[in-house]
């Protein structure tokens, strides 16, 4: 009995699981899932720069540790679009070739990406980070066919936000069919990370002499990491999916202590190249730490004052810190949480057609990124969001919105002649749209503030 085979399938198995999981997290009814991506390495490590949690740390630590002890069974076990890529790969008409190892490609990639993040702004996540990219996919393609089938009342489908989705989720099927795992290898920056730990770990796939040679391994390997001239399996850009070990026929690949055989191949880290890499990475940070610096303005403006997630803050620290994954739009009951299209360029609240429930703080505990901080319903609830304005010319104060509003910031005026009056407290409005909502004529809108308030107690 092969082993290796009875190992990669309860792998497969095991990651499809996962992979169901994750896609039902993005449906507003199995939203408890969605808390599964509170592993998630790149949001973790954004979620530290944006508000430290220990919990987050210690998740962040387990991943590197476990990474650096058994390699990067993360990326084909934990990371949702690394699954689905390889689901993805099997309509791949193409077998594995000795790919460039693209080290300095994918260090100056993760370079630009970390430098900026840690000098606060998070563009490079949100272009990069699969967390982000699987959540776009799966919010914006996958949860509207979802919710149309089962005729979910909040159903909602745009071009726009089906025009931004498919984009990566095309490159990735192109990428997937025609390079294999090329994304993992030499792009993404949460692998790149996690290799460079995986590089110098302690267990790994080893090629014993067992191997005639045959090929099989090198064929089936997605992301190009085996070396048949040495009979070497390259610990960093292995990803753990163990297909190698399940085709090899004579058994001869084994997992155990990682032996970093030196290779006969004509590269070398000579000095010069060390210095070009080593260049190539401090200039990646400083180009990351500069459009940080810069903050990409004409790229974090709005045409309007857009009204936020509870938790936000204001609108230039959660355009730096959103990934534009999309959770908290899926696990919005009410759905007045929006993702991004052509006329905002972030997350965003509209109270439209519904409002922003009174007894709810979802997106606040699902967002891994700390872009909404984690706040206990009481502080939610005492929280201004934005301010009601009022067309006098239109309302007729009928009572509706007075008797509706939970903060108790609207309430009717009557004279002794029965004129009746709208009276509206600013001071204590949290702006949950509930008044927008309820009003007949429209008489009522919600706009946006620039900062968020605690309201005085």
């Known amino acids: 009995m092969n082993k290796g085979k009875v190992f990669y399938w309860l792998r497969l198995c095991l990651s499809a699981v996962i992979l169901i999981c994750c896609f039902l997290s993005f449906t507003v009814t199995f939203d408890i899932f969605a808390k599964f991506f509170t592993v998630q390495l790149g949001a973790g490590i954004a979620g530290l720069f944006a508000s430290f949690s220990i919990t987050v740390l210690l998740t962040v630590l387990a991943i590197i540790i476990f990474t650096f002890l058994f390699g990067r069974f993360y990326c084909s076990l934990i990371c949702p679009l690394g699954i689905l890529q390889n689901f993805i790969g099997f309509l791949s008409l193409k077998k594995s070739k000795n790919y460039k190892n693209m080290a300095k490609t994918r260090y100056t990639v993760a370079a630009i990406v970390f430098g900026a993040l840690f000098a606060g702004w998070a563009v490079g996540l949100k272009i990069l980070d699969p967390y982000t990219n699987f959540g776009l996919i799966a919010s914006s393609i996958f949860t509207p066919v979802y919710n149309l089938i089962t005729k979910n009342i909040h159903y909602e489908f745009t071009v726009a936000t089906l025009a931004i989705s498919l984009i990566p989720f095309v490159i990735l099927i192109f990428l997937v069919i025609f390079k294999r795992r090329f994304f993992c290898t030499a792009i993404c ?44 399996v390259d610990n960093e850009l292995c990803i753990r999916c163990l297909k190698c070990v399940s085709v090899c026929p004579k058994q001869a690949i084994t997992y155990g202590v990682y032996k970093n055989k030196k290779s006969t191949e004509p590269f070398s880290p000579s000095r010069r ?29 709005d045409t309007v004052r857009a009204l936020l997630p509870p938790g936000a803050g204001n609108y230039n620290r959660f355009s730096s810190k959103c990934t534009n994954c999309q959770l908290c739009v899926s696990v919005c009951p009410n759905k007045v949480i929006h993702p991004r299209y052509f006329g905002h360029s972030n997350i965003y609240m509209d109270f439209s057609e519904s409002y922003c429930k009174y007894n709810c703080n979802k997106c606040s505990t699902v967002c891994p990124t700390g872009a909404i901080k984690k706040m206990s319903l009481e502080e939610k609830q005492n929280l201004r969001i934005g301010l009601a304005k009022i067309d006098r010319d239109l309302c007729i104060a009928c009572g509706i919105c007075a008797f509706k509003c939970p903060a108790k910031a609207l309430s009717i005026d009557e004279t002794a002649d029965g004129e009746r009056t709208l009276v509206y407290n600013a001071a204590v409005c949290i702006g949950c749209g509930m008044c927008q909502v309820s009003c007949p004529h429209k008489a009522i809108e919600i706009v946006g503030i620039i900062e968020q308030t605690t309201l005085s107690s």
């Open 189 to 232: 920056p949460v692998g790149t990370l996690l290799g460079l730990f995986a590089k110098y770990g302690v267990f790994g796939l080893n090629i014993s002499d067992k191997c005639i040679t045959c090929g099989a391994c090198f064929r089936n390997c997605p992301a190009g990491s085996i070396n048949l001239k040495d009979k070497k």
């Open 273 to 301: 190249n060390f210095i070009f890499g080593s260049a190539l990475v401090v200039g990646g940070i400083a180009v990351g730490v500069g459009s940080a610096i810069a903050r990409g303005k004409k790229f974090l403006r």
